[in-house]
């Protein structure tokens, strides 16, 4: 969607271009048998989940959930963990697409990159869209300057509804549900 574009909810989020890996069957059908394609990095952004995309039209996710991670941040390998469960065990919505985004390297502040975004998702035996963020694009979304950090973004028009720092997932939770709901 056209801007004007934003940082905090209300606003329409940029089409920001990351590299990472994804299930190239998950943008158009769901699936029980999700496995990420590492053999080479692809070009990923908010785009990518749009349900206006017409490349495909079949596209049925609601809600887009970005957590801003750093390689460093031992809370956000176990909330990514933990995500990664609910995943597995099909505790989240299948309305809603779940985006991991290493925005730090292995330092504050240090730039992320392909192999530890690969060595990141062995870790936490990721099976969501991943990507690395070369620029740090995402840092200027925070409310904060601390780890980790969730948004969640209305695919239908690309508007953030939910911009926060912080690991408590209960709060995400309800606002998926809100969201979900029509509340």
């Given at each position: ?15 920001h271009q ?117 620029k740090r ?47």
């Amino acid at each position: 969607p056209c801007g004007p574009y934003g940082k905090k909810a209300g606003d329409v989020l940029a089409n920001h271009q990351f590299n990472g890996y994804a299930d190239p069957k998950d943008a158009c059908k769901d699936h029980k048998d999700k496995k990420l394609d590492m053999s080479k990095s692809v070009p990923l952004s908010p785009k990518t989940f749009y349900q206006g995309d017409k490349s495909c039209p079949s596209k049925k996710k609601k809600l887009l959930w970005i957590l801003g991670s750093a390689g460093w941040c031992g809370i956000c390998i176990k909330e990514v963990k933990t995500i990664q469960a609910a995943l597995s065990a099909n505790q989240l919505s299948k309305d809603v697409v779940f985006w991991n985004v290493l925005v730090d390297g292995k330092t504050v502040s240090g730039p992320p990159s392909d192999a530890l975004l690969q060595s990141w998702l062995t870790t936490v035996s990721g099976t969501f869209p991943a990507a690395y963020d070369l620029k740090r694009v995402l840092a200027g979304y925070f409310t904060a300057s601390y780890f980790p950090f969730n948004m969640l973004v209305d695919l239908s028009n690309m508007k953030i509804i939910y911009a926060k720092n912080g690991d408590k997932v209960a709060p995400i939770g309800t606002k998926i549900q809100q969201f979900l709901s029509g509340q």
